[in-house]
């Protein structure tokens, strides 16, 4: 069995740490899992609006961010972190640019299938650009809603049922979101088009995607509260949209388990290697 999955690039975003939904074992297994020439960190990555109601940021929330600083070090690897809505803080200092380390608004990822336009995606949301209170009040009844998701899925681990997703259930049923996500990804596509690309790769609707509209490649990364996915670039510049459920089949979860109060009961030696 292998022990890391080698690509071109990687492009994740929505990990929102800081906040109890984060899966963050599952994500830290990915990275841990995975060697890239390049990270794409797609926004929402530290979700502010939840470290400032009063979030919940963990060992293992430093310990996603001492995975990729030690990726930039001992690997190489240049990482583009772009600003999503949640962690729109950023917005007051863009453009950044480290040694290995870009920060910006948005990006132009160059490879083997052509020019792609990466953004988070937040500027094409309607609530989030011009409303910014009911979008944070969006933003709490989500966090409700997972909540109760949370506690829809112990009660179904109970009676020996698999996991389900109710708020995901929810957005695929609402005819407005629905109609919402069909909006979005057609303005995105459009920018793409506008942009002389021949792709783009968005995030911010957790709604993880892979295909083609109008002539144009569009990814969706989804996230890593509810779907758990990112994009991987392979060499031979194949596209393909990574599901943690399949990948941990392949790479079985071995990181030790996280304590409530954020305390770890031993770190694995392969850390050190990432």
């Known amino acids: 069995m292998k022990s890391t999955l080698?690509?071109?690039?990687?492009?994740?975003?929505?990990?929102?740490?800081?906040?109890?939904?984060?899966?963050?074992?599952?994500?830290?297994?990915?990275?841990?899992?995975?060697?890239?020439?390049?990270?794409?960190?797609?926004?929402?990555?530290?979700?502010?609006?939840?470290?400032?109601?009063?979030?919940?940021?963990?060992?293992?929330?430093?310990?996603?961010?001492?995975?990729?600083?030690?990726?930039?070090?001992?690997?190489?690897?240049?990482?583009?972190?772009?600003?999503?809505?949640?962690?729109?803080?950023?917005?007051?200092?863009?453009?950044?640019?480290?040694?290995?380390?870009?920060?910006?608004?948005?990006y132009i990822h160059e490879g083997p299938a052509g020019r792609y336009l990466v953004l988070h995606g937040d500027v094409f949301d309607t609530v989030t650009k011009n409303f910014v209170f009911l979008a944070h009040l969006g933003d709490w009844g989500y966090s409700l809603l997972l909540k109760i998701n949370r506690a829809y899925s112990a009660w179904r681990a109970w009676r020996g049922k698999e996991y389900w997703s109710l708020s995901k259930a929810i957005k695929a049923r609402v005819k407005e979101a629905v109609s919402h996500i069909s909006n979005f990804e057609d303005h995105i596509v459009q920018l793409a088009r506008e942009r002389g690309c021949t792709g783009v790769m968005c995030g911010h609707i957790h709604t993880a995607a892979d295909k083609m509209m109008g002539g144009i490649h569009y990814l969706n990364s989804g996230d890593w509260v509810e779907s758990l996915t990112a994009i991987v670039e392979h060499h031979d510049g194949r596209y393909e949209l990574v599901d943690f459920t399949k990948f941990r089949r392949e790479f079985p979860l071995d990181e030790p388990v996280e304590l409530e109060t954020g305390e770890e009961t031993h770190v694995e030696a392969s850390e050190l290697e990432v």
Not at 26 to 39: A, G, P, S, W, Y
Not at 41 to 58: A, E, H, K, S
Not at 63 to 90: A, Q, S, W
Request: aromatic share 6%.
């Open 6 to 106: 080698r690509v071109r690039t990687v492009i994740l975003s929505d990990v929102h740490l800081g906040t109890s939904d984060c899966k963050i074992r599952e994500v830290n297994h990915f990275l841990r899992h995975v060697r890239c020439d390049k990270l794409i960190l797609n926004g929402d990555i530290i979700d502010g609006w939840q470290l400032r109601r009063g979030g919940q940021w963990t060992k293992a929330h430093t310990r996603f961010i001492r995975i990729v600083l030690k990726k930039m070090e001992k690997r190489d690897t240049e990482v583009i972190y772009l600003r999503g809505n949640h962690d729109d803080i950023l917005a007051t200092f863009l453009p950044l640019d480290f040694e290995n380390l870009r920060i910006v608004e948005d």
